[in-house]
């Protein structure tokens, strides 16, 4: 059989010059997520970037985390990002691809590398950052990370 894709036509929506918005997505790919959760998680993330495809000023970053030695892309490397529709959209393909057979869930450790990613881009960019985990709840986010978020917020205007 052969790969049938039909183009849909994305209209791009310009900037209002106040810099960038930035949704930075973890996925939690742990065996827990299997079945329904899995389910729910990739239709809000569908629904999520489909959402902002045509926005030039949105861009993507990404990255799955279960155990903290299964984080990818890894913490040494950065994070998946897209900023154009097309790489919106090969992002949102890699994503649909994930395989939940991760370890524990290490949801803290995943948020701590979300933040510093957000400020790295933010030595060089006004940017407008939010961060999006989709998990199943199966872990316990302790005080140390919720200051730190706290912190993010109170610095740079980060929603979580």
Do not use: C
């Not at 849909?8 to 106040?18: A, C, K, W």
């Amino acid at each position: 059989s052969s790969d049938l894709r039909v183009p849909i036509p994305i209209d791009s929506e310009g900037s209002d010059g106040q810099g960038g918005q930035l949704l930075s997505i973890l996925l939690d790919y742990s065996a827990s997520m299997q079945g329904k959760s899995a389910v729910l998680a990739m239709a809000v993330i569908t629904a999520t970037l489909r959402a902002n495809m045509g926005q030039r000023e949105t861009r993507y970053l990404f990255r799955r985390f279960a155990d903290s030695e299964e984080m990818w892309p890894p913490v040494v490397e950065p994070p998946l990002e897209a900023k154009t529709a097309t790489e919106k959209d090969a992002l949102l393909e890699t994503i649909l691809a994930t395989n939940f057979n991760g370890g524990a869930t290490h949801v803290n450790d995943a948020l701590e590398v979300a933040i510093k990613d957000i400020e790295h881009l933010r030595k060089t960019e006004n940017l407008e950052a939010s961060i999006l985990l989709v998990t199943d709840g199966q872990a316990h986010i302790l005080e140390s990370t919720i200051l730190r978020i706290r912190k993010a917020r109170e610095i740079g205007r980060a929603h979580v």
